[in-house]
């Protein structure tokens, strides 16, 4: 895919992060990127990660073309304070949905997050909403195609709105996907998770997915969607 912003990273070429993991072992938050205390200016943090990672945001926007077919594309990215969704996140992917509406072109969002970004409060939670309602007109009033791609970790706020309204759910091989972690569920509700069961495989096999595809493959399936 090529693609003609300043985001560098798509379905098809993207390697598997090293740090991705497994069902069995509930990813941490963005503390795990972290070197700085939790009491640390939000500022400061934003800093810290702009500066480790490269990446002015959790998420980049943009357009290209998948084997010669416009597209319009959102990339979490799960270092850059956990894929957290804040404000910026959040109106970055709202503008991507309503270009894509404008210009009738399909749009794919590839999901890397641990959900709402809790130092922006009831700013980040609001994004849900917005995301959401976006996505209404550009589905279900215009009748354009959205794909969901879910990468491992899928929790929280993206799990709860974008990330499940694809026409289209895609998920990789072994991808951990929840709303709530194990455990927050096991400290919350005193009951035992049993192991695997937030797995992108177990959500299949209740139908709440379309697919599991390996992301070496992603490419040749998108193209025949799209």
């Known amino acids: 895919?090529?693609?003609r912003t300043e985001d560098e990273s798509s379905p098809?070429?993207?390697?598997?992060?090293?740090?991705?993991?497994?069902?069995?072992?509930?990813?941490?938050?963005?503390?795990?990127?972290?070197?700085?205390?939790?009491?640390e200016p939000y500022i400061d943090r934003l800093d810290f990660y702009q500066e480790s990672t490269g990446l002015l945001e959790a998420v980049q926007t943009g357009t290209g073309q998948l084997n010669?077919?416009?597209?319009?594309?959102?990339?979490?990215?799960?270092?850059?304070?956990?894929?957290?969704?804040?404000?910026?996140?959040?109106?970055?992917?709202?503008?991507?949905?309503e270009y894509a509406t404008n210009q009738l072109l399909p749009l794919i969002i590839v999901c890397a997050s641990g959900g709402a970004r809790m130092q922006e409060g009831s700013l980040s939670l609001m994004q849900m909403a917005k995301i959401s309602s976006t996505l209404y007109n550009y589905q279900i009033n215009q009748k354009l195609l959205y794909v969901a791609i879910l990468t491992s970790p899928t929790t929280g706020g993206v799990t709860a709105s974008f990330g499940m309204l694809g026409d289209i759910i895609i998920a990789e091989p072994k991808a951990y996907l929840a709303f709530a972690g194990k455990r927050v569920i096991e400290q919350t509700l005193n009951k035992e998770v049993p192991e695997?069961?937030?797995?992108?495989?177990?959500?299949?096999?209740?139908?709440?997915?379309?697919?599991?595809?390996?992301?070496?493959?992603?490419?040749?399936?998108?193209?025949e969607l799209c």
């Open 1 to 3: 895919m090529k693609r």
């Open 12 to 39: 098809e070429d993207e390697s598997s992060p090293e740090d991705e993991s497994s069902p069995e072992d509930e990813p941490s938050t963005e503390d795990e990127y972290d070197s700085s205390s939790e009491d």
């Open 196 to 223: 695997g069961s937030q797995s992108v495989e177990v959500f299949f096999e209740k139908g709440l997915l379309d697919a599991i595809v390996s992301r070496d493959s992603l490419k040749d399936f998108l193209s």
């Open 68 to 97: 010669g077919i416009p597209v319009a594309i959102g990339i979490m990215d799960f270092q850059f304070l956990g894929g957290s969704m804040g404000s910026v996140v959040g109106e970055k992917i709202t503008r991507l949905i």
